[in-house]
């Protein structure tokens, strides 16, 4: 069972480090299935292999080094389940915020269901409130100060 485990983590993993973190869209096509589902794509996006392709380049051009750190992954079935965290420079749009050249990191959990060795569903949270806070596109949290 642990080899099968290795199997389906290694998919997964490839598509973190040498998609997401590199840039390699032909082995994007390779590893995400044609009928692939995302049941919780990003606002604004498609819950399809096409939404996905878009979400991951929007990335790649608002952060260019863009770059995941992966902290572990569980095996449940055919779902792997990955904590991560991704970082870069602030380079381009994101979310609406202009770029400010800052270094950011935010973390991520996400389940990817693999089927004949693609990735065919996807479930995920991103702290993007974190990733907000970087950028000082949030109101501060502080109290107000009355002025005298």
Known sequence: MSDQYDALKSIVRRNTLEVQSG???????????????????QPGGTPDKEGARRLYHALREAFPDFHAEIHWQAVDGDIVTTFKTYH??????????????RRIKFETVDAMRIRNGQIVEHWGVANLYYL????????????????H
């Open 88 to 101: 870069g420079t602030h380079r381009g749009v994101v979310l609406g915020v202009e770029p400010t050249g």
């Open 132 to 147: 907000l806070q970087q950028l000082d596109a949030l109101p501060s949290s502080a109290p107000k100060v009355p002025e």
């Open 23 to 41: 840039g390699n869209f032909e082995l994007f096509d390779e590893l995400f299935a044609d009928d692939f589902l995302d049941h919780t794509p």
